[in-house]
């Protein structure tokens, strides 16, 4: 599971962030900071906000799925009832819990808005998409695990989106199992030089104004860590042969084991 405590104190910060909307600025102006710095101060909260509210759906939908791994597995059932619909409430109601905020009550004509409830689309084609995969009888291990559907959700966000915004989960260049999670070259710095920092602190989300495919854009790297259920895949012995058919990668828990990587557009 998450870690609560980050995610409380994250969380506490992104409600700072959206209450500092322009509105809020210009209501209360402080002659110290120049407009267009306070201006861009806040854009640049709200990007945050919003790349971290994705970020979170794409973590709780992929923890509902890690939730009913046994049930997907399960080669005696057909019909397993796992329908987008079912995934999709389960995902809402951890988002609800670890953040304090109903997604369906952000206006949907909001960025935010617009943007969670792609997401929340993919979640849901993503899950129609396989349930032929999920419901095969007689097949225990399918393939259908978190990872696998966190990309599909991703990679199904990009096409819904990609004109506003990129999602991606990509990891340190020497973990990375499927090719289209490698990390590009202002991710791989990032990883480098502050999410694998021996004093970055654990958690922390790097995030930065770059131009990204000629576009100004804000892009944030959320970490992610191995916890002891990753283990079994990405664990040890190094090199031995997981169920999904990779080899170990020899990490233990704590290890930086990935990176939400998110762009919003400007
Ligand atoms: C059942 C085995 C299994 C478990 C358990 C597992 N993974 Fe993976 N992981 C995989 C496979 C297989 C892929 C490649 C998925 C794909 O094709 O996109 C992957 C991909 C990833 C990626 C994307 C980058 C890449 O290498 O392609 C990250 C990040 C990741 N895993 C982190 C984790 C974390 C963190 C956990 C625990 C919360 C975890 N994994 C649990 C098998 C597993």
Redesign the pocket.
Known sequence: MRQIATAVSRWGLIAAALAMSPLSVGAAPNPAVPAAAAAGAASAAQDKAIAESLAEMLRDARTVI?NNQDLINNPALGDKHLGGDRVLQAAVALYRKNTGVDPDAIDPNSREGRLLRAMMKAIVMVMADNQTTINEQGTGFK?F????FG?LVAETFNGLAGNEAVIK???PPE????I??RPDAWERDVIKTKLLAPDWPKGQPFSADVTFDGRSAYRIAVP????Q??L???GSPKGEM???G?PKEGQKVGDL???ISITLFR
């Open positions: 890690s393939g695990i978190p990872a696998v990309r989960v990509t990891a973990l990375v199992r499927n289209k999670a992610e860590y191995y916890r259920s990753c079994a895949c990405h997981d169920i999904t990779y084991g990935g990176v």
